[in-house]
C-alpha cells in the first residue's frame, strides 16, 4: 500500500504543477490579448487551473496524512458565464476586431494543453480505485473539455466573427 500512496502522491504532485503551470499560461496570454474576449476569458481559464490546484493540494494533504482519498464534491462547471462574453464580442465584431496569428498560436497551444489534461485525467480516472477518486478525475477531464471547447469557439470568432455569430446565434436564416 504504500508503494500506492507515493505512485499517488506523485500523479498528484504532476498534477498540481500542471494545473499551476496552466494557470500561468493564461494569465500572460490575458495580458498579451488585444480584445477584451480573450483577456477576460483567459482570466476566467486562469481562475478555473486555479481552482483544480486548490483541490489537488487538498487531495494531495490528505494523502500525506494517510487519511486516503478524500470525498471531495467536485462539481463539474459548465461554460455559461463565457455566453455574456461572447455576446459583447460580437458587437466588437462590427467595429472589425480580429485575432492576430500570435493570439491563434496561443489558443492552439492552450488547446493542445486543455487536450493533454484531458486524457490525463481520463486515464487517472481508468485506473481509480475509489470511487470519489474516479468521480474527481472524470468531472475535471469534463472541465478540461469544456476549457479546449472554449478555446475552439474563441479561435472560430478570432477567425470569422460574423460566420461565429451566424452559427451559434442562428440556427437559420429563416428564423426557425
Not at 481552482?51 to 482519498?69: D, T, V
Not at 476586431?97 to 498560436?105: A, T
Amino acid at each position: 500500500m504504500a508503494g500506492e500512496q507515493m505512485k499517488l502522491l506523485d500523479v498528484l504532485t504532476f498534477a498540481i504543477q500542471m494545473e499551476t503551470d496552466g494557470k500561468r499560461y493564461y494569465e500572460q496570454a490575458g495580458k498579451a490579448a488585444i480584445n477584451k474576449l480573450g483577456k477576460e476569458m483567459y482570466l476566467w481559464l486562469a481562475g478555473q487551473e486555479e481552482k483544480h490546484k486548490i483541490a489537488f493540494e487538498a487531495i494531495y494533504e490528505s494523502m500525506q496524512k494517510k487519511a486516503g482519498w478524500p470525498a471531495i464534491l467536485f462539481v463539474h462547471e459548465k461554460r455559461s458565464g463565457l455566453k455574456t462574453l461572447f455576446a459583447e464580442a460580437i458587437k466588437a465584431a462590427a467595429k472589425g476586431e480580429r485575432g492576430s496569428p500570435q493570439e491563434i498560436d496561443v489558443i492552439d497551444k492552450a488547446k493542445e494543453m486543455e487536450l493533454k489534461s484531458r486524457s490525463f485525467y481520463e486515464k487517472q480516472a481508468a485506473g481509480a480505485i475509489a470511487p470519489s477518486e474516479k468521480a474527481f478525475y472524470v468531472a475535471l477531464a469534463a472541465e478540461e473539455q469544456g476549457h479546449f471547447l472554449t478555446l475552439v469557439d474563441y479561435k472560430e470568432y478570432l477567425i470569422d466573427p460574423a460566420g461565429y455569430f451566424l452559427k451559434s446565434e442562428h440556427h437559420s436564416l429563416d428564423g426557425g
